[in-house]
């Protein structure tokens, strides 16, 4: 049976926004008919939109939920990435069950993150709980794929408290394992052999405050990154604490770490415990810590999954099937 074909037109009223959403040469319109399989056209300041009925309301809500955050924003240097169009589809797409509702769209907005250089919004259904949980409890575990945001959100998080004055320093740490490469035979000290793996810490820092500031708080002592190994015997005060990799960490050290936290502090413990490096037969301390504490109501330990992956749509299609194979 041939399926059944619609078309809708819907028109907004700015046609400099509408030139943004089309984009140059019409190449966010062209990505947007591959990414939801409908055919749209643009004369004056009306889209029309050919297709499936249920795809071709896909797209209008798309497109709708477009220009109002456009419209929404201020100063001359408004764009609009076809990024922004993913993050949309991927908002309605990730949760067939929840209807994502004007209301819905408001908590997203009301729960954003100001850095020095950006203001950041959930962009899925699962980083709207992470942003939640991060605003609300003091002991955060963030569960999931590369991808989820987990750790540039918790960055992000920390910055804000920061800046605002919550807190007077924020700790970034790791575990010093060696995912596939030895260590030792790298040149210079243990930091500078560190330092390349928390490189997702530093391009975080950076893309949220100016580089002269991330430079001179890091020099203050406002801003410490080390390994966890530097950790031991100390207690944290007022304080933003994030544990990145926390998959890799042992029993002891996720116990160190835990009873770490003092006065006015917070901890963001997050992993993916797809990836533990640790040597075969030795339990990832952030497994246990998950099994150990998830009935304490003052902890709370967020599931995030390949739905709420924000890098390219086809990061999340590789992960599923690494998934699949791993079950075969």
Known sequence: MKEHKEEITIDFPNNSLIALIIGNQSINLSKLEKLIEVRISSFGNQFNIFGNIKKINLAKIILTNIYNNLSNQKGSNIACEF???EDEF?????NNTKKLTTNTKNEYISLQIETWKKTI?????????YFEALKNFELVFGLGPAGTGKSYLAVAKG?????????EKIILTRPAVEA???????????KEKIDPYLRPIYDALYEMMP???????IQSGEIEIAPLAFMRGRTFTNSFVIV???????STQMKMV?????????????????????????KSGLKQAQEILNNIKAIKIIELGVEDIIRHPIVAEIIKAYDKQGKN
């Open 180 to 190: 596939g490469e030895r260590l030792g035979f790298l040149p210079g000290d243990m």
């Open 258 to 282: 835990l009873t770490r936290i003092g006065e006015g502090s917070r901890m963001v413990i997050n992993g993916d415990l797809s990836q533990v490096d640790l040597p075969v037969g030795q």
């Open 159 to 167: 910055i804000e408290m920061l800046k605002k004055g919550f807190v």
């Open 90 to 94: 991927r908002m309605l797409q990730n």
């Open 244 to 250: 990145d990799e926390a998959q890799n960490t042992t």
């Open 83 to 85: 990024s922004k169009f």
């Open 211 to 217: 580089a002269d500031r991330v430079e001179k708080k």
């Open 121 to 129: 919004v959930p962009k899925s259904i699962g980083q709207k709980t």
